[in-house]
């Protein structure tokens, strides 16, 4: 089965740039969706087909997708950036949905 | 307002059944394909099932299959998961999440609340 990669943890201080990868093979091949969830909260869609973004989401966070690699960016990270982010895409070959094992964003 | 409420988690002994649902309102069930995902406490993510808008396409993680069973009212605007041999490792939040694409292979765009279930 397809297995998508997330760093567990990334760190990074208010104002600058978080970038978070995730590694499936031939990545850039596949749609890439990116979720941000909050401590006793469901899910919110953050990014969809690997970089555009719903209503309401701010610029700050954008998405890219090539070769092996999808990258969620968050640019001018805030306190309230702090969260876990997965990312998900579906697999033809197994006809199912796949999600990424999470990273934890802390704000230092 | 478009919204998804889960309901129907609760504790179970390991064996046996349980039916979560999902209420939709504020827009129009049948244009959506839906899906299951949980999350056990403390883990990532885990997507459960997917059923495309008109129930014409069904698919279930291997995790679950044989086992749980999805199932969809658009008239009743409601989503079902009947799961049955339910074990320890089932024991999770339930969402059900709604999917643009007709076909069911797209992002999550709503998420409803969670319902918990515990095997146990």
């Known amino acids: 089965s397809y297995v998508l990669t997330q760093p567990p943890s990334v760190s990074v201080a208010p104002g600058k740039t978080a970038r978070i990868t995730c590694g499936g093979n031939?990545?850039?091949?596949?749609?890439v969706h990116w979720y941000q969830q909050k401590p006793g909260q469901a899910p919110v869609l953050l990014i969809y087909?690997?970089?555009d973004r719903p209503s309401g989401i701010p610029e700050r966070f954008s998405g890219s997708n090539s070769g092996n690699t999808a990258t969620l960016t968050i640019s001018r990270v805030e306190a309230g950036d702090e969260a876990d982010y997965y990312c998900?895409?579906?697999?033809?070959?197994?006809?199912?949905?796949?999600f990424g094992g999470g990273t934890k964003l802390t704000v230092l | 307002e478009v919204q998804l409420v889960d309901s129907g988690g609760g504790q179970v002994k390991p064996g046996g059944s349980l039916r979560l649902s999902c209420a939709a309102s504020?827009?129009?069930?049948?244009?959506?394909?839906l899906n299951w995902v949980r999350q056990a406490p403390g883990k990532g993510l885990e997507w459960v099932a997917c059923?495309?808008?008109?129930?014409?396409?069904?698919y279930y993680a291997e995790s679950v299959k044989g086992r749980f069973t999805i199932s969809r009212d658009n008239a009743k605007k409601s989503l079902f998961l009947q799961m049955s041999s339910l074990r320890a490792e089932d024991t999770a939040v339930y969402y059900c999440?709604?999917?643009?694409?007709?076909?069911?292979?797209?992002?999550?765009?709503?998420w409803g609340q969670g319902t918990m279930v515990t095997v146990s």
């Open positions: 999440a709604r999917d643009p694409a007709p076909t069911g292979r797209g992002a999550f765009d709503i």
């Open positions: 998900q895409v579906w697999d033809s070959s197994s006809a199912h949905q796949v």
């Open positions: 031939n990545m850039g091949t596949k749609s």
């Open positions: 087909y690997d970089s």
């Open positions: 059923i495309s808008s008109r129930s014409s396409y069904i």
């Open positions: 504020g827009f129009t069930l049948s244009s959506y394909s």
